[in-house]
């Protein structure tokens, strides 16, 4: 690809031009635009803590608020993001975003994908006095 130094021109150049961000010492393509004033939103929240995860080797899910919300089972919105990790707890902040990666037994981090544990979290959020056939039926 070149040098050390060509590439981090490349980089500077293209923070620059406001294609990428920084998010830490790593650049980040916007992956959003907000559509009304077309300017672009940072990256979500699940991206980043699937990049901490990759970066640190741990893996992490939502919580069952969060969860919940994003499959559209609550319209509840927790105030701070929590996500579940088999790694230590800590706060997350960056720039205006900040979230919570709090330390997990491993039976509430279920094998399998992102979607199926993310399900398992919410189902388990709810109780089982609320799960009834609307939230079974949700798409």
């Given at each position: 690809m ?6 981090d021109q ?5 923070v ?10 790593r ?14 939103l940072?990256?979500?929240?699940d ?9 640190t ?16 089972l ?16 800590r706060?997350?902040r ?10 997990a ?9 992102r979607t199926?544990?993310?399900v ?14 609307p ?5």
């Amino acid at each position: 690809m070149g040098s050390r130094a060509a590439l981090d021109q490349s980089l500077f150049r293209l923070v620059q031009g406001g294609e990428i961000q920084r998010l830490g010492a790593r650049p980040v393509p916007f992956s959003r635009m907000n559509e009304r004033p077309n300017i672009p939103l940072g990256p979500h929240l699940d991206d980043i803590a699937e990049a901490l995860g990759r970066q640190t080797g741990i893996r992490g899910v939502p919580s069952g608020a969060v969860a919940a919300n994003r499959l559209g089972l609550s319209t509840q919105v927790p105030a701070i993001p929590v996500y579940l990790s088999d790694g230590r707890t800590r706060q997350v902040r960056i720039s205006t975003m900040a979230f919570q990666i709090r330390h997990a037994a491993p039976k509430e981090l279920p094998a399998g994908s992102r979607t199926i544990a993310m399900v398992f979290q919410a189902l388990r959020h709810l109780g089982q006095a609320n799960v009834d056939d609307p939230v079974v039926g949700q798409p």
